[in-house]
C-alpha cells in the first residue's frame, strides 16, 4: 500500500489579542442573519465573538417558518458561563450586541451589573421577511430595562416609529431630510438612550432632500449626546441580497467599537461593510439573499468618504506637507529626539564603541533589505506609472547603500554571503520592520510614502547634524574607527543622498494639496510612530551590553 | 446644533460566488467550539456557513455547564427550510459537516437523500474541558445510519477506540507510527466509511516512530480508499489554547472540500490552519483557551510542506523551467496560437484595419501600467535584494514602453493625458489585469513571476515571428499603417527587448532548481491560464465591430 508522508512546517507564534464582543440574539439556521451573521461579521472585522441565543429559528431567505425560545434557565446558566470565564470589569468582554430578544432574556441580562462594557442595541422586531420576532411586551421590556443602559440603540425607520408611538409620541410626517433629522432628535429625547442611529432605508430622499420613493439618496442619522447629528449620505443600492443587512450592520458596529474606533468612525465603516457585502454577491436562496459577509472592510472612514471643504487641510509650497508633520506639536520633539541621536552625537565624536557600529551596521542592513521591499509594495500601489517609476528608482538607490555597506563590513570580515546567522535582526529593528509590513498591508500609496519618509529625511537631517558636530572637534584623535565614522557621515552629506532627499520631499508634497483633517491626523501618528521606532533603532545600539 | 455631514462613495459590484457548507452541531456560547468555531472557520476560509443547532450548551472554557437539546420538531423544520432553500442536487450547499449530535438530529437528517452532498463526520463525545456530549445510542445510530453515507470521518485517537470497541473490535496495543497505521486502516474496514483520517493528537511519537509521552511528532493518518495512506506529520505545540480544535480542524477541512480542494490538500491545510490559529492567539478565559480562528490560511499545501525528494521535479540548464513551462502538454497548442496570433499575422501583413491597431495600443497602454505595478508587488515579495532590484530594473523599462506607446498614439492625435475617458479598458483586459492582480494578492514571487512570465516572453517570439512574415512579404502596398506595424514589429524584435527577454529567461531559470510537482502543476496552470488571456486580449481586437 503507496504511504505518503507529508511533513507540515512549524508555524510561528504570536500573541495576537482579540477584543471580544457576544450577541445576544436568535439563531438564523439558513446563516444569512441572527447569530451567524453576527459571528461572520465579527470574524471579517477580526473581533472575538461570544454567544447567547435567544431562540432558535428554522427560517430561510423565504422567510421563518417557526422558532423556539430558550428557556429562563438555560439562559441565566449561558450568561453566568460567559460572564465567569471573560468579564472581569476591564474586558476582555467590551461590546454586547443584542439581536432579537426575548423577555426573558432581558431579565436575565439586567440582573448582572456590567461596568465598562458597550451595549449596541438593534431593537429587532420584523424580519426582512416579514415575520415578527418579539411580541410588544418584549418591545417594553427593551425600553425599559436595556435602553436605559445602552450605549446605542440602532432602529431602522419602522422600528423607531413603532418604538416612538409606543412612547406615546405621535409620529411626525417625514417630507424632508431635515424632519427626519428633528424625529430623530425627539426620538433620543423620549429614549434617552446615549446615542441613536436610525437606519434609513426604508426613506430614500431625492436630490432636494425631499422624501421619494425614486429617491436614490439612502440617509443614516446618528445623533450624539455631545448634540452632534451626523448624516451618512450613501447610494440606494438595488439588489436582492438584503436578508440580514439589520442585523450585520449593527454587528459590524459593535465590532468597531470593541476595537476602539470612536462612533462615527465605526458607523460609516460599518455602512460601507454592508453595502460592499450587499453587492459583490451572487445571490443565494429564493427570497432576498444574504450579503456577503467576507468583503475585506476597509480600515479608516477616510477611504470612502467624499468630504466637504470645511474638512479639508491645505498644503503648498509655502506650506509643505512635510514640514507640517516634522513641525506637529506632537513629532517636534521626537523628531529633534531622532535626528539629533546621542548615536550620531558618539559617531560625530568618535565615542561610539567600534563593536556597536558594527552591530548598527548589521541591523541597518536588514532593515534597507525590507526598506527596498517596502518601495516595491508602494510601487504596486501608485496611481500613475511615473510614480510607480519613481518608486523603481528608490529601490534603486537603496540597492546602491545596501551594497557600500556590505563593502563596509567587508573591511571588518564580515561577509553578508557568508555570515548570515551572525547578522541576526534585533528587536528595534523586527519590531520597525513589523511595522512597516503592517503599513504596508492595510495603507495606500501616501501612507506608505508617510511611512517610509522618517528614514530618508532623517538621516539627510542626521548626517548634516553630526558632520557639523564632527568639524567642530577637528583634533579629536585619529583612529580606525573615525575614518569609518568620517565615511558614514559623509555618505548622508553628500549630493547624491541630498539630492535622494530633495526629489523624496518635492515627491511627498506633491502628492497632497488637501486632504481630510481626519487623515492628516492618521498620517501624523503614522510619522511619529516610525520617527520613535527610529529613535529606538539606534537607542538599542547604544544600550548593548559590552 | 452641529451637523456633520458624510457622504459614502459608492463600492462596485461583483458577483462572487460562494460555496455553501452546512454545520449540523452544538452551539457553544463561550465561541471557542461548536457551531460557533464552524462559522468562523467558514469565514476564514471564504466559505458561506449555514446551520442546525441540535443543542444548546452553556459552556466556557472551563467546562460544560448545561445543555438542552433541540426538539426532533423544530430539527425537522431547520433541515426542511435549509435544504428547501439551498439544495436542488447541484449545490449551493455542497458539504455538511456535523459535530455534537444527539439521536434525534440523525434520525432527521437520515430522512433526506443528498445526493452529491459530502458529509465530514466529527464523532464528538466528549468536549475538551472533559464533559460527556453525546451518549452510547447516539454514537451507535451515528455509526449505523449516517457513517454509511458520509464522506469523511474525523475521529481524535479516543474517539476511535471507542468506535472499534464498539463496533466488537478489540483496541490494539500501539507502540509505533506502523501499528498506528494499521489501526486506523482496520477501523476502516470495519467502519466502511469512504474516507477515515485519525488525529493523533493524543500520541506523540519520537524520533524513533515509537510511542512516548515525550514524543514531539504528532501523527494525523488519512485512509483513502484508493488504498492511499497519508501521513500528516506536525510538530507538538504546547500550547493552552485547545478548546475547539477538533470541531474546527473538521469544519476547515469541509470548507475545503467545498472550495472544491482534494481531500490531501484539504486536510494539509487545515492541520497548519489550526496550529497557526492556536500560536497565533493571546489566551482568553481561564482554562483551555480557543484558537484564533481569524488566522489566514495558506493557499496550498506546498507553501507549508517539507517535500521528501521523491516529490520534487529538478530543472537545469539543459531542462530549463521556461522550456518546460512553453512545452507542457497543456501549454503547447495554446503558445503557439499566442504567439502565432492572427493578430500578429494581420499587422506583419499589413491587412489589420487601423482603428483596431489603435484600439489595442490604448489597451495595452492600460495593461503595461498594471504590468509594472505588478513588478512592483514581486519586488516586495523577493527574497534576495538582488531580487527586488532586478523587478526594479524591469519597471524601467516597462515605462520606456509605455512612454513609448504614448508617443506613437500621439502622432495619430490620442493624447493620454488628455483623453483618459477615450482609453476605458475593455474586457478582455480587464480580465487579464484582474487575473494579475488575484495572483499578485494569493502568489509567491515564483507564482507572480510565472504569472508575468507569458507576456515578456510570447511577445519576444510573436515579435520575430511577425517580422519574419513581414520580410517574406516585402512587395505589400506601402502605407501609413505599414510604417507603423513594422515599427511595433521592430520594437519587439529590437535588441533591448530581446535582451531583456534573455535576462527574464536567465532569472526565471534561475529562481527554480527543484520544485514540489504538485507546486509544478500549479504553476504551468498559472503560465497556461495567462497564455490564454493574452490570446483573449488579441482576438478581441480582431473581433471589434467596423
Known amino acids: 500500500m503507496k504511504t505518503n508522508h507529508i511533513k507540515i512546517r512549524e508555524s510561528k507564534a504570536n500573541h495576537v489579542e482579540l477584543p471580544v464582543v457576544m450577541t445576544i440574539a436568535g439563531s438564523d439556521s439558513s446563516g444569512g442573519a441572527g447569530i451567524e451573521a453576527d459571528l461572520k461579521t465579527f470574524s471579517a472585522f477580526g473581533v472575538y465573538g461570544m454567544t447567547c441565543i435567544t431562540a432558535l429559528t428554522a427560517q430561510n431567505t423565504k422567510g421563518v417558518k417557526t422558532f423556539e425560545k430558550t428557556s429562563s434557565n438555560l439562559l441565566s446558566q449561558i450568561l453566568l458561563a460567559n460572564f465567569e470565564d471573560f468579564y472581569d470589569n476591564e474586558g476582555p468582554l467590551k461590546v454586547i450586541k443584542t439581536g432579537m430578544l426575548t423577555k426573558e432574556a432581558i431579565l436575565e441580562l439586567t440582573k448582572y451589573e456590567l461596568n465598562g462594557i458597550k451595549f449596541v442595541i438593534d431593537p429587532v422586531m420584523i424580519s426582512t421577511s416579514g415575520s415578527t420576532l418579539i411580541d410588544t411586551e418584549g418591545i417594553q421590556h427593551c425600553i425599559n430595562y436595556l435602553i436605559p443602559k445602552s450605549y446605542l440603540v440602532t432602529p431602522n425607520f419602522v422600528e423607531a416609529k413603532t418604538i416612538y408611538s409606543l412612547l406615546g409620541g405621535e409620529v411626525p410626517v417625514i417630507n424632508t431630510i431635515q424632519d427626519f433629522k428633528s424625529f430623530v432628535i425627539s426620538l433620543q429625547n423620549l429614549l434617552k438612550c446615549e446615542n441613536l442611529l436610525v437606519k434609513g432605508g426604508h426613506i430614500p430622499f431625492d436630490n432636494n432632500d425631499r422624501e421619494s420613493s425614486t429617491g436614490e439618496r439612502i440617509i443614516d442619522i446618528l445623533y450624539q449626546p455631545s448634540g452632534e447629528v451626523t448624516v451618512f449620505e450613501s447610494k440606494f443600492i438595488k439588489s436582492e441580497n438584503t436578508h440580514g443587512t439589520g442585523c450585520s450592520l449593527s454587528s459590524a458596529i459593535a465590532a468597531n467599537l470593541a476595537k476602539n474606533k470612536d462612533l462615527v468612525e465605526s458607523v460609516g465603516i460599518s455602512i460601507d461593510y454592508i453595502h460592499k457585502g450587499m453587492l459583490q454577491m451572487s445571490k443565494l436562496g429564493h427570497g432576498n439573499g444574504p450579503l456577503n459577509h467576507n468583503v475585506q472592510p476597509v480600515n479608516y472612514l477616510h477611504e470612502l468618504v467624499e468630504y466637504e471643504n470645511g474638512d479639508l487641510m491645505k498644503f503648498d509650497t509655502e506650506h509643505t506637507f512635510l514640514n507640517y508633520l516634522i513641525n506637529h506639536p506632537s513629532v517636534k520633539d521626537n523628531w529633534k529626539k531622532y535626528t539629533q541621536h546621542p548615536f550620531v552625537q ?28 517596502m518601495h516595491g509594495l508602494s510601487a504596486s500601489k501608485a496611481e500613475t506609472y511615473q510614480q510607480t517609476h519613481s518608486q523603481a528608482t528608490i529601490i534603486s538607490e537603496i540597492v546602491q547603500e545596501i551594497e557600500n555597506h556590505k563593502r563596509k563590513l567587508k573591511a571588518y570580515d564580515v561577509d553578508y554571503d557568508k555570515d548570515i546567522d551572525e547578522l541576526k535582526p534585533g528587536k528595534a529593528c523586527i519590531e520597525y520592520c513589523d511595522y512597516l509590513i503592517s503599513c504596508g498591508m492595510k495603507e495606500d500609496y501616501l501612507g506608505i510614502k508617510t511611512a517610509l519618509a522618517p528614514c530618508l529625511h532623517g538621516y539627510a537631517e542626521a548626517g548634516v547634524y553630526g558632520l557639523n558636530l564632527f568639524k567642530a572637534n577637528p583634533k579629536s584623535e585619529d583612529s580606525e574607527s573615525k575614518k569609518v565614522y568620517k565615511s558614514w557621515l559623509d555618505e548622508y552629506t553628500s549630493d547624491w543622498y541630498q539630492q535622494a532627499n530633495i526629489e523624496g520631499t518635492k515627491a511627498l508634497n506633491s502628492l497632497v494639496d488637501e486632504l481630510p483633517k481626519k487623515r492628516v491626523e492618521e498620517l501624523v501618528r503614522i510619522f511619529n510612530d516610525v520617527t520613535l521606532l527610529e529613535i529606538n533603532f539606534w537607542s538599542e545600539v547604544l544600550e548593548l551590553d559590552n
Not at 560625530?348 to 551596521?361: E, G, S, V
Open 346 to 373: 558618539q559617531v560625530a565624536n568618535n565615542t561610539l564603541p567600534f563593536d556597536k557600529f558594527l552591530y548598527y551596521l548589521k541591523q541597518d542592513y536588514h532593515y534597507l533589505i525590507i526598506y527596498a521591499r
